[in-house]
């Protein structure tokens, strides 16, 4: 019996066999969309008729307009019937802070954020690095409390957009916030939470601390009243080979936190699926312990898949078509092989949500058409 | 190789951008030829933004740090305001007009930015 996306979601998240194998896309950046804008793949005017009257967002990094321009031509006239059934949007960190020791911004988590024109005219923004260099940096940021508090009007917005997304295009919409790893490291940098952690663990526990009171656990508590089905928060633990950090410290410092997420999400009736990036396989474990329901991202070449597939059933795995080669540089056809294969070795038996590592960035069009092609194609049990 | 814009001219930029991108820029200004000048008082310098019949441009006013010096840029319209109020939309502003928070000469560019900032 054909499922709706949130039951075939639901379904491989509890461990069971669904209609078919379904599809995650995390979003895309200016360069992906400039890219597909341009392709024959682009939204028509039709198509923009329709997601502006559903109010369907635009906005970058989620771009769930051209998300739903995958959809079956029963949702979208042109949809290029390659249905994503999952996709993501986060909030939080949406504050931006002045400081008296930079002129520079610092978004919420303490950070540097660089917004960008390249001479290509293509715009682009991310994190730069720390800006809480010094204990009275951070002493500064935590008199700026009152500033960091999470606004309701993000999350009841967001609401509505999860609420469009499933009704009108049946797409899910994964909701969440950033994590405490990335929260603190953004802030503080590794080498001051390599230094801390050993020299003055208090303190680092007291920033910890500092942000999960602040607005971590409040966004949570406001996410959750909005009554998501599934919440997926980023924090990226990993290197290509390895940890950012020592294993140790993560279970002293980060594993607390990052189980009040999952219980936050659990005890409000959610899912909760965890974004990391790099090799992360000492951590899975943990993850099980904490009751994680996927995790997603999982690059091919840092990750033993198929050791993750055999040893922590439990565990959804989700993303794992490697975004920073093989999605930018193969064939269609390459990839189409290639998503037969993964869903051979890893969604014979559920567990698996297939879709690119990470956002699209200088991705071709042509070839993230034909991998939701192909996960329709060969998604079936 | 340098950014070709940074920070708040970069930020605005995205938002027109995204709008050319998607073809909007045409549909909701086809005919309109603008010159307007936005200074964040606590983000200077002031930035020039020029709409033209579909098309837009930005470019950052290096010398334009004050509101004092406002009068002296060529252009059909200017505001100077802090960045909390743009944020805080057209209450805000219209707020801020009312205390002498907010600079302005005439209401066309609060007109259009909020336009431009109501594309989702």
Not at chain 1, 118 to 134: E, V
Not at chain 1, 287 to 307: Q, T
Request: overall charge negative; aromatic content about 12%.
């Amino acid at each position: 019996m054909k499922m709706s996306a949130l039951e075939r979601i639901l379904t491989v998240l509890e461990g069971k066999i669904p209609d078919r194998v379904p599809s995650f896309c995390l979003g895309g950046d200016f360069q992906f969309v400039d890219n597909f804008m341009k392709s024959s793949f682009a939204l028509t005017e039709e198509d923009m008729t329709q997601l502006d009257r559903d109010k369907v967002a635009y906005k970058q990094p989620f771009i769930h307009a051209i998300i739903a321009k995958f959809s079956p031509p029963d949702i979208l006239p042109n949809g290029l019937d390659a249905k994503i059934d999952l996709c993501w949007q986060t909030v939080g960190g949406a504050s931006i802070l002045k400081l008296d020791f930079t002129d520079n911004f610092i978004t919420q988590n303490g950070g540097y954020f660089k917004v960008l024109v390249r001479d290509s005219g293509i715009p682009h923004f991310w994190y730069t690095g720390p800006a809480l260099l010094k204990k009275e940096h951070i002493k500064a940021y935590w008199n700026k409390e009152k500033e960091l508090k999470p606004n309701k009007t993000s999350f009841s917005q967001l609401s509505k957009i999860r609420r469009t997304m499933l009704k009108k295009y049946d797409i899910v919409v994964a909701q969440g916030i950033s994590g405490p790893f990335e929260n603190c490291v953004f802030g503080i940098g590794l080498a001051n939470f390599a230094r801390f952690a050993r020299k003055d663990p208090a303190f680092l526990q007291e920033h910890i601390g500092f942000q999960w009171e602040t607005f971590e656990k409040p966004s949570l508590n406001m996410l959750m009243e909005r009554k998501p089905d599934i919440v997926m928060c980023g924090d990226d633990y990993g290197f290509n080979s390895g940890l950012q950090i020592n294993v140790k410290y993560w279970r002293k410092f980060i594993k607390p936190i990052l189980a009040n997420y999952v219980n936050i999400a659990h005890d409000g009736g959610a899912k909760f699926i965890l974004h990391s990036c790099g090799d992360i396989h000492e951590v899975f474990p943990d993850f099980v312990e904490l009751g994680i329901d996927g995790v997603e991202s999982l690059k091919p070449k840092n990750n033993d898949l198929a050791m993750y597939r055999e040893k922590y059933p439990e565990i959804t795995l989700v993303g794992t078509i490697d975004d920073s080669e093989m999605l930018i540089y193969e064939s269609p056809e390459f990839i189409r092989n290639s998503v037969k294969e993964s869903i051979k070795l890893l969604g014979k038996k559920g567990g698996f949500i297939p879709g690119p590592t990470n956002f699209l960035l200088d991705h071709p069009a042509e070839n993230i058409v034909a991998l939701f092609k192909a996960i329709q194609e060969f998604g079936k049990y | 190789m340098c950014p070709m814009l940074e920070d708040i001219p970069a930020f605005l930029y995205i938002l027109l951008w995204e709008l050319k991108i998607y073809g909007k820029l045409e549909k909701i200004f086809p005919d309109l030829q603008i010159k307007m000048v936005l200074l964040l008082t606590d983000f200077p310098p002031a930035m020039l933004i020029q709409i033209d019949k579909g098309d837009f441009k930005i470019e950052p006013l290096e010398d334009i740090k004050d509101s004092k010096d406002l009068d002296n840029v060529e252009c059909d319209t200017y505001m100077a305001l802090p960045i909390e109020m743009l944020y805080g939309g057209a209450d805000k502003i219209l707020q801020g007009i009312a205390d002498k928070k907010v600079k302005i000469n005439n209401y066309k560019i609060l007109e259009i930015l909020g336009k431009i900032m109501s594309v989702r």
